[in-house]
């Protein structure tokens, strides 16, 4: 079990430039999880896929903001025209779903520095 | 709104000793509960869960407990050591979404001194 996987781990770019992040899952797992941490809080939930499908969207995504996962195992998140305010560590988690009460295992995060 | 709220933003203690970590939560429609460990430059860690039919789960040096009536969890570590110093975040989520979105805490860094 080789654990979440993201790529990469430290991302500069100037503002108005795209990003594209990867995060593979714990093979097994069919739940997968996108989520954003900003200095001094706890993650935020932003999207949410169960195998390729992906059921939920925070208000915290805005338009620029996209992610797929195209065959149900690794996914992307991409931001479009970034800005200062977008960065943040985001950090991907997944899970086995059922049991109800699932536990999500969360890789080491992409670290995003708009300049 | 913060949801899921930990006041205390550190906590020191000494080696051996007890570590007791707060947190308390406004949602009572939240059903499951989690903490993480977080150490620097790594995602979060799992390191125990509870469900809202439990007031308490132990594993190991780590017992959690849950008094729904005051909406309030903590998680003790017993005897605490230099390596469980990292961020300790409470998490919780509702069952009637259909999928575990987590809210978590802000956080509390705990140091562990030899």
Avoid at chain 1, 95 to 108: D, K, L
Avoid at chain 2, 37 to 53: D, M, N, R, V, W
Avoid at chain 2, 95 to 106: E, I, P, R, S, Y
Wanted: hydrophobic fraction near 30%; include cysteine; glycine fraction near 8%.
């Amino acid at each position: 079990d080789t654990g979440v996987s993201q790529d990469p781990r430290h991302k500069i770019t100037k503002r108005g430039q795209n990003v594209t992040f990867r995060c593979d899952p714990i093979s097994e797992h069919n739940r997968l999880y996108w989520y954003r941490q900003t200095l001094g809080q706890g993650p935020e939930f932003l999207t949410y896929f169960q195998n390729e499908a992906q059921l939920e969207k925070s208000r915290l995504l805005s338009d620029r903001f996209s992610a797929e996962r195209p065959k149900g195992s690794f996914s992307t998140l991409e931001i479009q025209r970034t800005e200062q305010g977008d960065s943040a560590m985001y950090l991907c988690a997944s899970s086995y779903s059922p049991p109800r009460e699932e536990t999500q295992y969360f890789g080491p995060g992409t670290r995003l520095t708009v300049l | 709104d913060q949801q899921v709220k930990q006041n205390s933003p550190s906590l020191s203690v000494q080696e051996g000793r007890i570590s007791i970590l707060n947190c308390d939560y406004t949602n009572s429609m939240f059903d499951y509960f989690l903490w993480y460990k977080k150490y620097p430059a790594e995602g979060p860690t799992f390191l125990i869960s509870i469900s809202s039919i439990k007031d308490k789960n132990e594993d190991g040096r780590f017992t959690v407990f849950l008094n729904k009536s005051a909406k309030h969890l903590s998680l003790h570590i017993v005897p605490s050591q230099p390596g469980d110093s990292a961020v300790y975040f409470c998490a919780a989520s509702e069952g009637g979404t259909g999928f575990q979105k987590l809210v978590f805490g802000t956080g509390t860094r705990l140091l562990v001194s030899p």
